[in-house]
């Protein structure tokens, strides 16, 4: 127990033992996964199930401090693993080399004490809340774009993300689309570590609360959410494999624009969604499809204004 001293000496014997009981499903690999993964890992956590399919790219590397211009090429989680069992090899470290979808979330959360969102998907974050908030598991959630980023404690008896979110701004950041600074996202994994170890020893307070960073004006904000209603998970979002050939399938992105091919697919934009839109039959379910899920979102919400029937989200990556 000497390599857990120090932090024995602030939580106590008890709060280690918890510790080193639990287990922990990591829903990405990248920028937030390093904070998140040494920490929990130094801390003795004793399983962590890790799930991303990506591989390391160059443009990783100012932000994913966990890998190395060697790594170039290789799946994330299998970087993660061979790193992290150097550190502290009592940590049993399980790579997943899959997305996290709707199909496979509640697989990967069968068992764990604890889900970190640590993707860069808006769309991976509901998934994860919708299911959290069924199972009734805590959920630490974080988000980071340029130099800001926010973190908050889900689930778990308190209301869920669509609480805080119920509705999706005009545009979505991505670290893609708008960049993004290491040292903020090294902030935001930070608290999001600090979170979960509160949460795993049983301070709960972090639950309820969400907690901003403004990294240009160094500052920290934030409010707690413990009473505010939570929305019906609607839209809600499935996958693939869920799409019917009897679904009124739509979908919203660009000829050529990369992701999986939908033959059955009509092809709409956003727009087109209004009074004189497109319509399904009465009996149908619309699916409504796009890369991210935010144009699958925006024309729900133009679609459900003039159709009361279901409809479903499905993001589609690429």
């Known amino acids: 127990m000497s390599a857990y001293a120090r932090q024995i000496a602030v939580l106590g014997d008890g709060a280690q033992k918890k510790i080193t009981g639990s287990s922990v499903l990591c829903i990405g690999a990248g ?65 997943i080399r899959e997305c996290v979808d709707p199909a496979n979330i509640g697989r990967f959360c069968d068992g764990m004490t604890l889900i970190l969102d ?37 689930c778990g008896g308190k209301p869920g993300l669509r609480a805080v979110f119920p509705d999706l701004p005009d545009q979505l950041g991505s670290c893609d689309s708008d960049g993004v600074l290491g040292p903020t996202v090294g902030a935001i994994g930070s ?58 399938l739509i979908d919203l992105r660009a000829e050529g624009e990369q992701g999986p091919e939908l033959r059955q697919a009509l092809r709409h934009v956003v727009t087109d969604f209004g009074p004189d839109g497109p319509r399904p039959h009465p009996d149908q379910r619309v699916v409504l499809a796009c890369r991210s899920g935010l144009r699958a979102w925006k024309a729900a919400e133009r679609l459900a204004e003039n159709w009361p029937g279901e409809i479903k989200l499905l993001a589609l990556g690429g």
């Open 191 to 248: 608290l999001q570590a600090q979170m979960a170890l509160a949460i795993l020893t049983g301070d709960l307070q972090a639950l309820g609360q969400l907690v901003t960073y403004d990294a240009r004006a160094f500052r920290f904000g934030g409010f707690r959410f413990d009473t505010a209603p939570d929305p019906r998970p609607d839209p809600a979002f499935i996958a693939l494999g869920d799409v019917a050939s009897e679904d009124f």
């Open 31 to 95: 920028g937030l996964a390093a904070p998140v993964m040494q920490y929990l890992v130094g801390a003795g956590v004793g399983h962590i199930r890790v799930a991303d399919a990506d591989g390391i790219s160059l443009s990783n590397l100012h932000r994913q401090t966990l890998f190395r211009r060697a790594d170039i090429g290789r799946p994330k989680v299998d970087v993660i693993a061979e790193t992290m069992k150097a550190l502290n090899a009592e940590t049993t470290i399980e790579p």
């Open 118 to 154: 640590c993707a860069d998907s808006f769309a991976v974050s509901y998934i994860a809340s919708d299911h959290c908030l069924e199972t009734g598991q805590p959920l630490v959630s974080a988000s980071v774009v340029g130099q800001d980023g926010y973190v908050g404690g889900f």
